[in-house]
């Protein structure tokens, strides 16, 4: 039985997935605030003794195996750090980490651990990418060399609990660049699971918005990727306009996948045996769910968040920690796709320079864990 303790009282999907297991279980919680605290430890029937304010406190006195961060961004490398130091496995909510410092800090804290660190990117697990991605494994693609994401989402309306203006103010509005780009990218990437993100360049639209916040309206990143192939995503949160968090499309040379920019259904146009046609015409992506994993197909993750994706991310969690393996959204991914965002803010406060991104992977040298100019 896993036994995790949450910190960040507004995890909920992801508690409900952890506590529908056999074989895991949220045995404590913390929260620095109190009434937050109180009617979360509630809705889950953890009594006082398991309910803490200060998360050191939880990591010294809870039964816990494993800590789930699902605080503000800015928390999540120290929280995660003093996890692992005390022998605990992380999940971590995205993004991994609010500065290059930090992520050279996670990884060295994760390789002396020997623990599980998984980053919480639940939209890789949404049913219509798990497909995408199954007729990526399959080949149906060929050779992918450009794909989009998009996240357009206005977050200037909001709140915390309590209906204040919170952390997002500092964190994803109030930073120049594309401070959030991990639910655009993670989809797309895990299609490509060989390649890597090579070097970056960020554009942005300048400020337009009446809020006075310091990000501009749009952000655009063209990441450069080892293969040679290209990757735009578009990370924009504060202009005025309907929410699309989830648009997508990938290229390859056996055909394309499209999702709706405005209503309508995902598509896509792949060379088969089915499809007279092939790349010329379009299928609706559901007549390849087949291809799905036999788990995402079997409705255990009904009912839970994104889909059911925040259902088997949770899984993907525990599976590692029983069979002690780091996941597929280990640290150097987390790592690499959090780092689009930190260097697309220098990137973008720059004209748009090039920035190379570091090769992240086990055993770097002291001297790679640097900003290349
Ligand atoms: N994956 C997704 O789809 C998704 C969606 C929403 C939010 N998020 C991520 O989840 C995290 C939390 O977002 P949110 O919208 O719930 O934020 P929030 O501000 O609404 O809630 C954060 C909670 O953490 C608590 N907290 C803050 N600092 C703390 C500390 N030091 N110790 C203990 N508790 C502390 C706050 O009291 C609050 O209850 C962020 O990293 C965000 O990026 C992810």
Redesign the pocket.
């Known amino acids: 039985m896993l036994k995790v303790g949450i910190?960040?009282?507004?995890?909920m999907s992801f508690v409900n997935a952890i506590n529908s297991r056999d074989d895991a279980k949220v045995t404590a919680i913390?929260?620095?605030?109190e009434e937050?605290l109180n009617i979360q430890a509630e809705n889950i029937g953890l009594d006082k003794s398991v309910r803490f304010?200060?998360?050191e406190d939880m990591l010294d006195r809870a039964d816990i195996d494993a800590v789930l961060i699902?605080?503000?961004?800015q928390?999540?490398v120290p929280?995660a750090i003093k996890a692992l130091q005390s022998g605990r496995h992380v999940m971590s909510?995205?993004?991994a980490a609010v500065t290059m410092d930090e992520l050279w800090w996670l990884i060295e804290a994760v390789e002396k651990s020997g623990k599980i660190y998984m980053y919480?990117?639940?939209?890789c697990y949404t049913p219509e990418m798990q497909t995408v991605k199954a007729m990526a494994d399959a080949g149906l693609f060929g050779k992918i060399y450009y794909a989009e994401g998009e996240y357009t989402h206005d977050c200037t309306e909001?709140r915390?609990?309590h209906g204040q203006v919170?952390?997002?103010s500092y964190w994803q509005m109030g930073t120049r660049g594309a401070f959030?780009p991990t639910?655009s990218l993670g989809p797309i990437m895990q299609c490509i699971p060989d390649d890597k993100i090579a070097e970056i360049s960020c554009f942005s639209s300048g400020n337009h918005n009446p809020y006075g916040l310091r990000n501009d309206d749009t952000n655009i990143v063209m990441c450069r990727l080892r293969s040679g192939g290209l990757v735009k995503i578009r990370v924009d949160t504060v202009s005025p306009r309907p929410h699309n968090l989830m648009y997508y499309q990938i290229q390859g040379t056996g055909g394309c996948f499209e999702a709706p920019r405005t209503g309508g259904e995902h598509k896509v146009a792949v060379d088969t045996k089915e499809n007279p046609e092939g790349h010329k015409s379009w299928r609706p992506l559901s007549d390849f769910s087949h291809l799905l994993p036999e788990r995402f197909r079997s409705g255990a993750g009904e009912g839970a968040?994104?889909g059911g994706g925040d259902f088997y991310i949770v899984e993907d969690f525990v599976n590692a920690v029983n069979t002690n393996t780091q996941p597929f959204l280990n640290v150097y991914r987390a790592a690499e796709w959090t780092a689009v965002a930190l260097l697309s803010q220098l990137s973008v406060t720059n004209n748009g320079r090039t920035m190379e991104m570091p090769d992240f992977r086990p055993g770097m040298s002291w001297d790679e864990k640097r900003i290349k100019l």
């Open positions: 910190v960040g009282g507004r995890a913390c929260d620095l605030d937050i304010r200060i998360y699902a605080t503000p961004m928390c999540h929280q909510e995205v993004t919480s990117e639940n939209y909001l915390n609990w919170g952390w997002r959030y639910h968040g994104h």
